[in-house]
Nanobody, 114 residues
Framework: QVQVVESGGGQVQPGGSLNLSCVIS????????VGWFRQAPGKEREGVSC?????RYADFVKGRFTISRDIPKNSVYLQMNSLKPEDTALYYC??????????WGQGTQVTVSS
């Protein structure tokens, strides 16, 4: 059984920082890619970053967000700096275990406002 649990969301002012955490049980992180997605109200879900043997970022977070992983802890992190109001969204962590099989967490809310 694979479980994905995110945490670390909250409300911050523009320019602030948050560090999201994702703990995954049931699979080893060094075998499967893990990504962060987000969905704002009224908008489609979009990819933010992913990590496996390589790391990728969406253009809108490059230079501001950093993804990392701690394999012994089965955890993936998303350090978010210089947050903007448009970063407000529900952030999800997802692990892909097969080409067409993924497991998602319940999401953690990030709100950037003054």
């Amino acid at each position: 059984q694979v479980q994905v649990v995110e945490s670390g969301g909250g409300q911050v002012q523009p320019g602030g920082s948050l560090n999201l955490s994702c703990v995954i049980s049931g699979r080893s992180l060094d075998d499967y890619p893990v990504g962060w997605f987000r969905q704002a109200p009224g908008k489609e879900r979009e990819g933010v970053s992913c990590i496996s043997s390589t790391i990728r970022y969406a253009d809108f977070v490059k230079g501001r967000f950093t993804i990392s992983r701690d394999i012994p802890k089965n955890s993936v992190y998303l350090q978010m700096n210089s947050l903007k109001p448009e970063d407000t969204a529900l952030y999800y962590c997802v692990i892909r275990v097969e080409a067409d099989k993924t497991y998602w967490g319940q999401g953690t809310q990030v709100t950037v406002s003054s």
